[in-house]
């Protein structure tokens, strides 16, 4: 299995190892197989042993599709016997593999991030306080990104950030506080015209998990919703709601991962973890072929926003990322130490987590 990287920078090759034969003479020739039309291409001048890749061989070889397995495998002759080798799987473009030489493309870097700086740039990137409005380099979203509330749309809620006055973009709530499930549209969003709630994190009390929840005037605690507006679920053909539909750098095709993927994403890649400290930020570095392989996918340890208070904890230490799966009035997430890798954590979702988007090659 081999990773390519997304900017040429790598240069990997290809080998298919024979053990010698006294004066036989080895003719090798490399093809291209299409695992769909199961037709197979000679590669033309690919006669040794070894197929060399760079940029421009990548794009020789026709793979110019990010996020989309090619297959290549060789033949040799020596005399009157021949050899196939193994198929190798190549890929190209920033994303994680699968179980059975799969892939799965995933977006460069978390929503609210900066889209555009490359797996290098984003390892070695320190976070800083003058990024950031407050002075608190927790609050720079250049690598860390955004905190979503589990369900909800890009609303401006989900921005990592302080306001001017110094305090966070929320709404407080306490008992006998608005009645947000009342201020819903027909979506199951915060409308736009209820200035109390829309664009704030909502924080909850404990006993609450969901952010539509909402305290009823005796003090009880209304159950969470039907699990009908949700990303991974939508109702009444509802797409939208998918933060990552909506991401401008994004396109179309793109959504919260289910929690399915994430397990696969963890089980199937070597995780390294790079202690940012000084020198860059703090996460997991995701390596497709091994310890010794190049990095496809960098996971930030992001933190997350606390439904109590609606403050940032753990970051530059710990990693939550959303699934679209649900588990009761909760939801799944990806959460990590810098030692280990949960990959079904039930979060409320009222909590603020990172969301990584991924999409399939279509």
């Given at each position: 299995f081999l990773w390519l990287g997304t900017n040429g920078e790598l240069t990997d090759t290809l080998s298919f190892e024979l053990a010698a034969v006294d004066k036989t003479k080895f003719i090798y020739q490399w093809y291209k197989h299409d695992p769909k039309t199961l037709l197979s291409t000679a590669i033309a001048g690919a006669t040794s042993d070894t197929l060399f890749f760079n940029d421009s061989k990548r794009v020789s070889y026709g793979i110019t599709d990010e996020g989309k397995v090619y297959q290549f495998y060789c033949v040799v002759v020596g005399g009157s016997q021949y050899g196939i080798s193994d198929t190798a799987r190549v890929v190209y473009g920033t994303g994680a593999r699968l179980a059975n030489g799969g892939w799965i493309k995933v977006a460069n870097a978390n929503l609210g991030a900066k889209q555009d700086l490359s797996l290098d740039d984003q390892i070695d990137y320190k976070p800083s306080a003058e990024t950031s409005t407050v002075g608190d380099k927790a609050y720079d979203p250049t690598v860390y990104g955004d905190w979503y509330e589990w369900g909800r749309e890009k609303d401006g809620h989900q921005e990592r950030r302080v306001l001017a006055s110094g305090t966070v973009n929320i709404y407080l709530d306490a008992a006998g506080g608005v009645e947000?499930?009342?201020?819903?549209?027909e979506d199951g969003q915060i409308k736009s015209s209820e200035t109390t709630l829309?664009?704030?994190?909502?924080?909850?009390?404990?006993?609450?998990?969901?952010?539509?929840?909402?305290?009823?005037?005796?003090?009880?605690?209304?159950?969470?919703?039907?699990?009908?507006?949700?990303?991974?679920n939508p109702v009444k053909g509802?797409?939208?709601?998918?933060?990552?539909?909506?991401?401008?750098?994004?396109?179309?095709?793109?959504?919260?991962?289910?929690?399915?993927?994430?397990?696969?994403?963890?089980?199937?890649?070597?995780?390294?973890?790079?202690?940012?400290?000084?020198?860059?930020?703090?996460?997991?570095?995701?390596?497709?072929?091994?310890?010794?392989?190049?990095?496809?996918?960098?996971?930030?340890a992001a933190g997350c926003r606390t439904r109590n208070g609606g403050v940032q904890i753990y970051v530059g230490y710990l990693g939550y990322y959303w699934s679209s799966a649900v588990t009761g009035p909760n939801s799944y997430s990806l959460y990590y130490t810098s030692g280990s890798i949960n990959v079904a954590y039930t979060n409320h979702r009222t909590s603020g987590l990172a969301v990584r988007c991924v999409s399939e090659y279509d």
């Open positions: 947000t499930s009342k201020l819903n549209d829309y664009g704030k994190f909502i924080q909850r009390n404990v006993g609450m998990n969901d952010w539509r929840q909402y305290p009823e005037k005796d003090g009880n605690f209304a159950s969470a919703p039907a699990n009908a507006w949700t990303w991974g509802i797409t939208d709601l998918d933060p990552c539909k909506s991401d401008p750098e994004l396109g179309s095709n793109w959504r919260v991962p289910t929690q399915a993927e994430w397990a696969q994403i963890a089980s199937n890649n070597t995780w390294i973890w790079h202690d940012g400290g000084a020198n860059g930020t703090s996460g997991y570095q995701l390596r497709p072929g091994g310890t010794n392989k190049p990095t496809s996918l960098f996971l930030p």
